[in-house]
């Protein structure tokens, strides 16, 4: 009989109690994946994985420990459990750890209303191959474009059972499906790249291999000719391809586990404005054929939608049991793990109110200014909220674009920068971060 992902979770916590285990929880992730990258039109690279991925944290009083493995045979199951018990017995207490109380586990989730599973059937390695092809040569028809460095396809699935000696267990099944294309324009030293990719967990959902070649192939070209833009105070427009990584840095600073810490420099700012007033941040964990959609979280809590900032004020942090319990709070249910360590804070589902203009019109009210859609490296002070970046994008004359830029740094404050967004209308709402582009006014640019 073929075992389950909820069977092997049960014998796992079978194991730890017959081992002397307080208290424990598993976690069982089987997955699967097919992948396919094609250079010149040939195949460069195919790559099929399947794995049980296992792992077992116990309790004795206080202390924890935990163990993963790969491996779900009878006599592992015994030898990880009795380990993770030995483990225990010299770990140091925590007087924040333990399991939630079977009063506050998640009940009577809809899992057919999340959507997480494409139930049409996987699709081939060739099918794959013929994607990426596909993919590379739409990017090779653009005129400019040199070559193709990588057009690759995949699909994959995983099973997750948790189970838990506080009575839960509960699973679900996830399937996501993925198309990229990276372009290159130019030659020699002037060569530049660009990308486009989509990832759905719907097969049906995933943009036309054709656009994302294509798409990629007209940014590469776009950045032809770029150059370091002048050094100054300017207004920066954060194109919507990477303005979800400000609201990471807003998300980092508002965890449970960075506040516990006191490494934050939004520690003292709960249920203070922390964006302009008209602006809320949203979390929605139950969005239908989202990746970032899920019933319950690691710890075996309901999922629930909240705003992490409502009209601009902060209102409250994002926090699993032990972050929760360090400051006194009740877990926001986002807890996130994987096999080999003890659950952390993390978030879902993010939608950023959007304003009522598009990048075009952000960009006329911009007037001269830096438009970026690329960024590297990173320079975040936790603590103070300091910030700079690598940059390149396009330079705004009188709110028109005029060519492209790059080799040149941004800096500012994340608490300045965030209190003077302005939003356009153009975020992706199939995605699990939902971010439009946002124009922050007063940037320091460091370039020629």
């Avoid at 202390?63 to 030995?86: C, G, H, N």
């Avoid at 939608?351 to 970026?372: C, F, I, N, Y």
Wanted: aromatic share 4%.
């Amino acid at each position: 009989m073929t075992r389950t992902p909820q069977n092997i979770s049960d014998e796992l916590l079978d194991a730890a109690r017959k081992a002397g285990a307080e208290a424990a929880d598993a976690i069982v992730i089987d997955g699967s994946s097919v992948s396919v990258e094609v250079r010149g039109g040939a195949l460069e690279h195919a790559e099929r994985s399947e794995a049980v991925d296992l792992g077992l944290r116990v309790f004795l009083g206080k202390r924890q420990a935990i163990v993963s493995s790969s491996d779900s045979r009878a006599e592992t199951l015994k030898a990880m459990a009795e380990r993770a018990v030995a483990m225990a017995r010299e770990a140091p207490e925590d007087p924040f750890t333990g399991l939630a109380a079977p009063e506050q586990l998640a009940t009577n989730w809809d899992l057919d209303a999340l959507e997480l599973f494409d139930p049409t059937p996987e699709p081939t390695a060739d099918a794959l191959m013929q994607d990426a092809l596909t993919a590379e040569a739409a990017a090779l028809d653009v005129a400019g474009i040199s070559q193709v460095s990588d057009a690759a396809a995949s699909y994959g699935t995983h099973c997750v059972h948790l189970a838990a000696t506080n009575g839960f267990s509960g699973g679900y099944m996830r399937s996501s499906r993925s198309t990229s294309c990276v372009a290159i324009s130019g030659e020699g030293t002037g060569m530049e790249r660009d990308y486009d990719g989509d990832g759905r967990t719907f097969q049906s959902d995933l943009r036309s291999p054709s656009e994302i070649g294509r798409t990629a192939a007209e940014r590469a070209v776009g950045l032809v000719g770029a150059r370091k833009p002048q050094t100054g105070s300017f207004p920066v427009v954060f194109d919507e391809r990477i303005s979800s990584s400000l609201i990471g840095h807003l998300l980092a600073a508002s965890n449970g586990a960075a506040i516990a810490r006191g490494a934050s420099w939004l520690k003292e700012n709960l249920g203070e404005q922390v964006l302009p007033a008209h602006i809320s941040l949203i979390e929605d964990p139950h969005r239908p054929r989202i990746s970032g959609s899920r019933p319950f979280d690691a710890e075996g809590l309901a999922t629930r939608r909240r705003a992490i900032i409502e009209d601009g004020v902060l209102t409250g942090w994002t926090l699993d049991l032990s972050s929760a319990r360090k400051l006194e709070m009740k877990s926001t249910g986002n807890a996130a793990r994987g096999v080999s360590g003890p659950p952390s804070p993390s978030n879902w589902n993010l939608s950023l109110t959007q304003g009522d203009k598009t990048r075009a019109e952000l960009l006329r009210d911009m007037g001269t200014g830096l438009l970026v859609t690329s960024m590297i490296g990173s320079t975040i002070n936790p603590n103070t909220g300091d910030y700079s970046r690598g940059a390149s994008g396009f330079w705004v004359e009188n709110g028109e674009i005029t060519h492209p830029v790059n080799e040149c740094t941004i800096a500012g404050n994340l608490r300045d920068m965030l209190l003077r967004i302005i939003p356009a209308n153009d975020a992706r709402t199939y995605l699990s971060r939902v971010v439009p582009s946002l124009l922050i006014e007063g940037m320091t640019l460091a370039g020629n």
